[in-house]
DNA sequence: CAAATAGTGTCTCTAAGACAATATCAC
DNA sequence: GTGATATTGTCTTAGAGACACTATTTG
């Protein structure tokens, strides 16, 4: 009988049949639109990235940026990894949204993919510039349920529109899970995962997590709540606001200035095991 | 050119290296404890399955149970075939947890890990009999936070003590995530597995997930009680207990009999979407 | 002053926690 | 009646939402 050592010198991995495995990472960022009134605030949008696939399969559609795992990384190294080789920006918040492996969802073969959800501030994506030619790009998200009670991915950027139905899953238990109906033009199962992204970015900003993550060092109140509110497609009270946050921030001694109204004071995020 | 037929003929993905990837269960079961006194209603404790391995590597160790992922199967399907196969039982709810995937986790090779918090009724283990001899067992958890700051996590059956240090990890952000200090003599990373589920399940807990699918059917308030207690590890008043969990059950005709004192009317789970 | 946003005070309503009181069974 | 648990009522307090009001800048 042999020991442990003897063992592991005689296992041979190639027995069982192994996927290939990815990370693929929906990274989010909100945008402050264009403005002629230089005294209103600007609106913002909730944007995502995609990148155009220059190669097979899916060539020419939009995809996730993602990528395959190596031998000597943690996924969310991999992810991490993925994320600055295609864009250059090192995301503040990395969280994994699951595993998606279904065995056909990819035609060359069956390669499964741990998703996640990452925050990039709108202060670092301008740094990094990036010309427009780019095959990345940030696109406009909209998702809302139908009349029929699926759900509606739209995201634009310029003229390219992608649309995609999805159907809400009875899953087993906890998480929603979603069906697609139509890809929109979306490569492999990217539809789904988008979905599952946002559900799961929604359900942590509704307490307050990740929102920090798309703004500067320093932010107003009313940055921060617009943040919340565009991510979660609501709207609430200045006040309202104010008091439910208190306590996650602290004051700095700065303003903002020129602005055609009362400068805001800066806030900075608390430390939260202080 | 190659069009995408032909790439995807062409397309070998012997060409990338590629892990095994593995699906383990935590599997959580709350157990009524023995009882003298027929007239007291008796303490609970929640438990964990552990199989003790037959072969190499951490031969004669505790691990969770699990198995390799097919190539015709979900990670989600993988997890309830092993949980069935390993126990002949099939759990009630099912909710992943994470992937595990530090390269070095197990001494066979590259092996990742999605790891799954499932719950199973003590109903259901009884109808399932199991000899006593098994390999399979239901440990006792202790699990909590020691003078320094480490969680201590300790598995007993009969005179079986597991007992794992962990520490709590800054993770990138959101879910805590903990590292061994001593695997307490558990497999691989089960240590670790093992107190990440332990934390999602409590998390659950607190709104009230999960803890119905500890329990048959039919069920008392008190009995409810009692789980969201042994998996918080707090106690509460029945009064507000029962003021907040109304809502999400509905009475049925029946009542407990024979207790020894007054007997409690049974209630049942309401349907989520009616 | 007007336009626009920043920030405060306070009223109401609801939900959570604490605690007291009553109900019903087996023996 | 006694011991044990089941169930209801209500007081107090904390927090969420609504809304009115004040403050401060640029042109």
């Given at each position: 009988m042999p020991d442990e050592k003897e063992f592991l010198k005689q296992?041979?991995?190639?027995d069982y049949p192994r996927p290939s495995v990815t990370a693929d990472i929906v990274a989010f960022m909100i945008r402050a639109q264009e403005n002629d009134n230089y005294r209103l605030n600007s609106g913002t949008r909730l944007t995502l990235l995609l990148i155009r696939r220059g190669g097979h399969p899916f060539k020419d559609c939009w995809a996730l940026p993602g990528g395959f795992l190596n031998p000597d990384e943690t996924i969310e190294q991999c992810a991490l990894r993925e994320i600055c080789e295609e864009t250059a920006v090192k995301p503040v918040s990395l969280m994994s949204v699951g595993l998606f492996s279904e065995p056909d969802r990819d035609p060359r073969g069956w390669i499964i993919s741990n998703a996640f959800v990452s925050v990039i501030s709108e202060e670092k994506v301008k740094q990094q510039s990036?010309?427009?030619?780019?095959?990345a790009q940030w696109f406009d998200i909209d998702f809302d349920r139908d009349d029929s009670g699926d759900f509606i991915l739209t995201l634009s950027y310029r003229e390219t529109v992608l649309r995609a139905v999805l159907a809400e899953e009875s899953t087993s238990f906890g998480k929603t899970s979603f069906r697609i109906i139509n890809s929109g033009g979306l490569a492999f199962d990217h539809a789904r995962i988008i979905a599952t992204a946002l559900t799961a970015l929604r359900s942590g900003a509704k307490?307050?997590?990740?929102?920090?993550?798309?703004?500067?060092e320093t932010f107003t109140m009313t940055q921060l709540q617009n943040v919340q509110e565009t991510i979660m497609n609501i709207s609430v009270l200045p006040a309202n606001f104010r008091r439910k946050v208190s306590a996650l921030v602290e004051e700095t001694d700065e303003f903002t200035r020129g602005a055609g109204h009362r400068p805001a004071k800066l806030y900075r995020r608390k430390n939260r095991k202080g």
């Open positions: 296992y041979r991995q190639d990036g010309d427009d030619a780019s095959d307490d307050f997590e990740y929102i920090f993550d798309f703004l500067p």
